[in-house]
């Protein structure tokens, strides 16, 4: 099978996962000269500054992310509405207009690494807001495009089949268009400012997407372990129910640094550890649903990856974002490292590890096979150890960010009093150097990683004759 027999919906998944791989890869790589230029700062000075490589960092890992959503959506979109897409032509006018406008984006970031900052600026070059750099113009195309993916959900399910998944995503895209806008616009006042921007990064990117990501979870169990719609839809609804209260209620931890009452430190501090656990909670069930009724995952590197997923989303997001988040901690941590650990973790364990397993379930479809399963014991060393070396190199990450943290939350905030003599002794103390030093090392892990992944992904599943030929002699 090739991908010119995939559905149009398909198709179009397909280009977006592509272009999600390199900026995975274009991440880990701009994540590897960010973490060098934090020990040498006079690594390539003049010519790639640190806060150009963070910037790409960071923004790459955003926008890869967002592809590989909308890569999956439209993945499972003609199968779960059980009729093509509708407008698909202009579904593609989107792909390239976003692929087109992420490339000049990064360009400009690449190129004009100086400069004033002024209303050119932050209309072509840099908005100079972290997380959401991108330029005006940039920011209004993303929003278009979000919108043309809207009416094509949106206007399939309502022709369609109509479902449980249905309905969550469909409200859910709402919400992924709408609360972008919160910054794209600028008040005098830093701390109001501040308030509009933590909406776009809280509400955005940990509210929306964790929504976004539960519907992907719910549909690739059925697919993978051939789990009720019940079951999964039940947790759906209640990630969705509790959605409103942590996801939004739990921002407050954020509120409180720039001003806002003190009553915030118990509800942003309450709420803010409550997401990931409905997910851990459907992959659970699912599981043993499986285990009674002697079903089999017909997606050995899928099934894998979404049960990282369960586990990676709740270490990362609740329980580091819980330890840290707390304001009574959070005087302690905010702005160290203890922060970049909780967002590694986090980012890598809730999202980063769905959107394979969902690369994954594409590549089975596109080699044609009807199973991921046994057929790739000779052959599957490739996906296990890119499993491995991935989250071991994340995790050892977050440990070594965690106690480059903890030395600078004593040195810097308990002993220092958040001073600048405070910084400084924290940033050249042996224990944040050698957690700096480490985090590299695993950095490399990391990249070993994904450059397994991308391997696997190419061939996997691309001799079926040999695959089966060593299965049968494994039988014998």
């Known amino acids: 099978m090739s991908i010119a027999n995939l559905n149009g919906g398909q198709q179009l998944a397909v280009k977006y996962f592509i272009v999600a791989v390199v900026l995975f890869v274009a991440q880990i790589l701009f994540g590897m000269l960010s973490g060098i230029q934090y020990l ?10 640190f806060n150009v490589t963070r910037t790409v960092h960071i923004n790459a890992m955003i926008v890869w992310m967002l592809y590989g959503f909308i890569g999956s959506v439209y993945w499972l979109l003609e199968e779960e509405s059980e009729i093509e897409v509708v407008g698909l032509k202009l579904g593609n006018l989107g792909f390239w207009v976003l692929t087109s406008a992420v490339a000049v984006v990064v360009l400009v970031f690449l190129f004009v690494q100086t400069g004033p900052g002024d209303d050119f600026t932050r209309w072509f070059v840099n908005e100079g807001r972290e997380y959401i750099e991108a330029p005006r113009w940039a920011d209004i195309g993303i929003v278009i495009c979000m919108l043309i993916f809207f009416y094509n959900v949106a206007a399939t399910f309502s022709k369609g089949k109509w479902s449980g998944i249905a309905g969550v995503l469909t409200l859910d ?37 964790e929504v976004l990501v539960a519907c992907l979870m719910a549909w690739g169990l059925m697919k993978t ?11 759906l609804y209640i990630e969705v129910a509790l959605m409103f209260g942590s996801g939004i209620l739990g921002i407050g931890h954020h509120y409180f640094w720039i001003g806002t009452p003190e009553y915030w430190f118990s509800i942003g501090g309450l709420f803010s550890a409550l997401e990931p656990i409905p997910l851990v909670a459907m992959v659970v069930h699912a599981v043993y649903d499986s285990g009674v009724r002697h079903t089999k995952g017909n997606n050995n590197p899928a099934l894998a990856w979404f049960i990282t997923h369960a586990f990676g989303n709740f270490f990362g997001a609740g329980v580091w ?10 005087l302690y941590t905010h ?8 967002g590694h973790l986090a980012f890598f ?10 690369f994954y379930i594409a590549a089975q479809y596109v080699r044609g096979q009807s199973s991921f399963g046994p057929a790739l014991l000779g052959n599957g060393w ?33 002993v220092g009093g958040s001073t600048w003599m405070g910084y400084f002794a924290a940033q050249i103390h042996p224990w944040f150097v050698q957690g700096m030093q ?15 992944l991308v391997w696997d992904l190419l061939t996997i599943g691309k001799h079926p004759a040999v695959e089966k030929s060593g299965q049968a002699q494994t039988a014998s």
């Open 321 to 330: 974002g819980f330890m840290h988040t707390l304001p009574q901690i959070n």
């Open 225 to 235: 372990l051939g789990v009720s719609r019940k079951i999964v839809t039940t947790w």
């Open 173 to 209: 895209l709402v919400a992924l268009a709408g609360i972008y806008l919160a910054g794209m616009f600028y008040t005098t006042n830093i701390s109001v400012d501040q308030y509009w921007w933590w909406w776009v990064i809280h509400l955005w990117v940990e509210a929306t997407w």
């Open 349 to 358: 364990g809730a999202y980063a590890t769905i959107i394979i397993a969902m």
């Open 438 to 452: 480490w985090r590299m090392i695993f950095g490399l892990i990391t990249s070993a990683g994904i450059v397994l």
């Open 40 to 49: 040498a700062p006079d690594f390539l000075q003049g010519v790639l500054s």
């Open 382 to 414: 490739k996906w296990k150890w890119a499993l491995g070396l991935l989250n071991f190199g994340v995790v050892g990450m977050t440990v070594a960010l965690l106690i480059s943290g903890y030395e600078q939350s004593f040195i810097e905030r308990a």
């Open 335 to 342: 702005g160290t490292q203890w922060s970049a650990s909780h």
